[in-house]
């Protein structure tokens, strides 16, 4: 069982469905940045997209089989619990009460992902909460990437990067640390469009989640 005072690793997305390339981020920055445990929140309605294929109840489903067996994972659906939109913001201040104000929070991003955050609700005030940790892949231009940050973002970057992704462990939250991951070019876009035309999907998701999508009829 997961200890109570380590960092948390909190990974939201939508999980539509969930695939290796989001299992393997968050088992890669387990290991990197020495976290106890990595919570995936699957979104509700998602502010920044349009609507997912599969109801969030089935998106929960799906992570719970792709974690089972893994004692450092776990899904955690109170985003799909609420209603109005799921601002990573307010789940940040819940779990921030939870676990109190000492233990470390990191917020696992893919790169994409990242480059955007100056778009999200009250982002600056995601950083009083967590840190934020980074993967990005092989290829991918991390010496230059500053340059491709909107201003506001490279600002903070600049001031709160940390070299080490283990000084997650030296404060609550505040900082942003960039891991290298293995590069698996999988999303979920891809899988729903093999399922859709009846190509196989098969090996770029745990067999649970393709048995759970065939049983119940998804991404048709
Ligand atoms: P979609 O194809 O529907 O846009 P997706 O596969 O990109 O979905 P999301 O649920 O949108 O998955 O992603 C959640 C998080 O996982 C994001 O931070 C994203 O950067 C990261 N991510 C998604 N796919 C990969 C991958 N193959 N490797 C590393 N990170 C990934």
């Known amino acids: 069982m997961p200890t109570t005072v380590g960092p948390i690793g909190i990974f939201g997305g939508t999980f539509d469905p969930i695939h290796y390339g989001h299992l393997r981020l968050a088992e890669e920055i387990i290991e990197t940045a020495k976290l106890t445990e990595v919570r995936f929140l699957p979104s509700g309605t998602p502010p920044h997209r349009t609507r997912p294929g599969a109801d969030p109840q089935h998106r929960v489903a799906m992570a719970r089989l792709a974690v089972e067996g893994n004692d450092r994972f776990s899904v955690d659906d109170r985003e ?9 913001y307010d789940t940040l201040t819940e779990v921030r009460k939870e676990v109190g104000m000492q233990r470390p929070i990191a917020l696992l991003l893919g790169a994409d992902a990242f480059l955007e955050l100056a778009t999200w609700h009250r982002w600056r005030g995601l950083f009083e909460l967590a840190h934020i940790v980074v993967a990005y892949r092989p290829g991918f231009p991390i010496d230059t990437w500053q340059a491709r940050m909107p201003e506001p973002l490279a600002h903070e970057y600049a001031a709160r990067y940390m070299q080490q992704p283990l000084a997650v462990h030296l404060a609550p939250a505040g900082g942003i640390a960039a891991v290298s991951m293995t590069g698996l070019d999988i999303s979920a876009t ?20 393709l048995d759970y999508i065939r049983t119940h009829a998804l991404y048709r």
Do not use: K, M
Request: aromatic residues 10%; glycine residues 10%.
């Open 190 to 209: 891809f899988v729903r469009t093999a399922v859709h035309t009846g190509s196989s999907p098969r090996y770029l998701l745990p067999d649970a989640v």
């Open 80 to 88: 799909t619990r609420r209603t109005g939109p799921g601002y990573t």
